[in-house]
T-cell receptor, first 112, second 116 residues
C-alpha cells in the first residue's frame, strides 16, 4: 500500500539555521504530495503542496520539490525562526485529495 | 477562508460515558469529512470518511459501533465515542473538503479526550 517515510526527530536548530526534513514516499499511480504543520495543541494546517512531478510548493519561506525519480518531497527553509517550532507531517494522496496517508511527523525545535 | 471548527477542544469524563465531538465547516460546504485519531508522538490514523447524507466508511480495525459518525448536513459531522474507556483517550481531529474536485483537506484544531 501507499506509505510515507519521514526522518525521525526531533530536529533541533538554532534560529536562522537552514532546515531540511526528509520525506520519501511509496505509491501506486501519481500521488499529490503535501506538507502539514501542527503547532502544540492544535490541528493540522496545510503548509504547501505539489500535484505533479517537478512542481515546487512554497509558503512562508518553506519549499519542497516533487521529485519523481527519487520519490521524495523534502521540506526546506533557508532561515528558521523560533515560531517555526512545531511538528511537520509529510503526506500523500492519490485519486484526488480524498484520502491522505501521513508520515509519522518530525518535531522541529528552534532555539533563540 | 476554509475554516473548520471542532468542539469541544478538551473533554474529561468518566469511564462508561459517551462523548460527542462536533466538526463544523464555517465558511464552506463540506461534502466529505474525515475523522482521525492521533496517538502521542505518532501520526494521524484515519478512522472513517463520512459523506453528507450517507453512512460513514470506516477503516479496517475501527469499531463502527464504538465510534458513531453522523454527517447530517453539509456543514456538520459528529463523532460519538460510546461507552468510552481509558484506552479511548486520545487526540481526535476532523477535516473537511469543500465541494467536489481536488480540494485539500482543512483540519479542525482537534479534541483532547481523556477518560478517567
Amino acid at each position: 500500500g501507499d506509505s510515507v517515510t519521514q526522518m525521525e526527530g526531533p530536529v533541533t536548530l538554532s534560529e536562522e539555521a537552514f532546515l531540511t526534513i526528509n520525506c520519501t514516499y511509496t505509491a501506486t499511480g501519481y500521488p499529490s504530495l503535501f506538507w502539514y504543520v501542527q503547532y502544540p495543541g492544535e490541528g493540522l494546517q496545510l503548509l504547501l503542496k505539489a500535484t505533479k512531478a517537478d512542481d515546487k510548493g512554497s509558503n512562508k519561506g518553506f519549499e519542497a520539490t516533487y521529485r519523481k525519480e527519487t520519490t521524495s518531497f523534502h521540506l526546506e527553509k533557508g532561515s528558521v525562526q523560533v515560531s517555526d517550532s512545531a511538528v511537520y507531517f509529510c503526506a500523500l494522496a492519490t485519486g484526488g485529495f480524498q484520502k491522505l496517508v501521513f508520515g509519522t511527523g518530525t518535531r522541529l525545535l528552534v532555539s533563540p | 477562508g476554509a475554516v473548520v471548527s471542532q468542539h469541544p477542544s478538551r473533554v474529561i469524563c468518566k469511564s462508561g460515558t459517551s462523548v460527542k465531538i462536533e466538526c463544523r465547516s464555517l465558511d464552506f460546504q463540506a461534502t466529505t469529512m474525515f475523522w482521525y485519531r492521533q496517538f502521542p508522538k505518532k501520526s494521524l490514523m484515519l478512522m472513517a470518511t463520512s459523506n453528507e447524507g450517507s453512512k460513514a466508511t470506516y477503516e479496517q480495525g475501527v469499531e463502527k459501533d464504538k465510534f458513531l459518525i453522523n454527517h447530517a448536513s453539509l456543514t456538520l459531522s459528529t463523532l460519538t465515542v460510546t461507552s468510552a474507556h481509558p484506552e479511548d483517550s486520545s487526540f481526535y481531529i476532523c477535516s473537511a473538503t469543500p465541494g467536489t474536485g481536488n480540494q485539500p483537506q482543512h483540519f479542525g484544531d482537534g479534541t483532547r479526550l481523556s477518560i478517567l
